[in-house]
T-cell receptor, first 115, second 110 residues
Framework: NAGVMQNPRHLVRRRGQEARLRCSPMKGHSHVYWYRQLPEEGLKFMVYLQKENIIDESGMPKERFSAEFPKEGPSILRIQQVVRGDSAAYFC?????????????FGPGTRLTVL | RKEVEQDPGPFNVPEGATVAFNCTYSNSASQSFFWYRQDCRKEPKLLMSVYSSGNEDGRFTAQLNRASQYISLLIRDSKLSDSATYLCVVTTSGTYKYIFGTGTRLKVLA
């Protein structure tokens, strides 16, 4: 049973380009969460999605960031017009039920570097 | 004040030592507590959930003190492989967001 999968594992973009990060949850999981970890900092919640629905995006920056979890395919975190401050590790997690009492399983992360 | 606070360390201990970490949280409505382990540049992995009555898993013991709003992790007989960053995680009643501490770095020395 494959765990949470993320790709790419490493992504390099120049300022102003777009970054697309993909996350496939564990089999049977329908709840997806995105977290960002800046260098030397803790993980910060960004967004919580279920299939075709954004449940909570309170941690997402108001501009340039968007997320989706379509009926078919992986969840996508999209960052438009990237800036150097977007350089971070982006982790996706999934759970079988809403993840307050239930463990969230994390993917290996995508490390975004903005030049 | 941060919602979840941890001493960043590093804690440098010899093999076989006992080491303890504390984590304080500010929201009294916090309801679920976890310790995750994160190895360098890798994803967090659940070490253990923390229950009100305290719980033990092999060399690891976790405790919760609601009155003082902190959780603790005790590691006995430290191994070199225990070297990692230990992340305190808290969720608040009615939400599902994991709130992470910045982590405590542990280095177990031969």
């Amino acid at each position: 049973n494959a765990g949470v999968m993320q790709n790419p594992r490493h992504l390099v973009r120049r300022r102003g380009q777009e970054a697309r990060l993909r996350c496939s949850p564990m089999k049977g999981h329908s709840h997806v969460y995105w977290y960002r970890q800046l260098p030397e900092e803790g993980l910060k919640f960004m967004v919580y999605l279920q299939k075709e629905n954004i449940i909570d995006e309170s941690g997402m920056p108001k501009e340039r960031f968007s997320a989706e979890f379509p009926k078919e395919g992986p969840s996508i975190l999209r960052i438009q017009q990237v800036v150097r401050g977007d350089s971070a590790a982006y982790f996706c997690a999934s759970s079988s039920q809403r993840g307050d009492y239930n463990e969230q399983f994390f993917g290996p992360g995508t490390r975004l570097t903005v030049l | 004040r941060k919602e979840v606070e941890q001493d960043p360390g590093p804690f440098n201990v010899p093999e076989g030592a006992t080491v303890a970490f504390n984590c304080t949280y500010s929201n009294s409505a916090s309801q679920s507590f976890f310790w995750y382990r994160q190895d360098c540049r890798k994803e967090p992995k659940l070490l253990m959930s923390v229950y009100s009555s305290g719980n033990e898993d092999g060399r690891f013991t976790a405790q919760l003190n609601r009155a003082s709003q902190y959780i603790s992790l005790l590691i006995r007989d430290s191994k070199l492989s225990d070297s990692a960053t230990y992340l305190c995680v808290v969720t608040t009643s009615g939400t599902y967001k994991y709130i992470f501490g910045t982590g405590t770095r542990l280095k177990v020395l031969a």
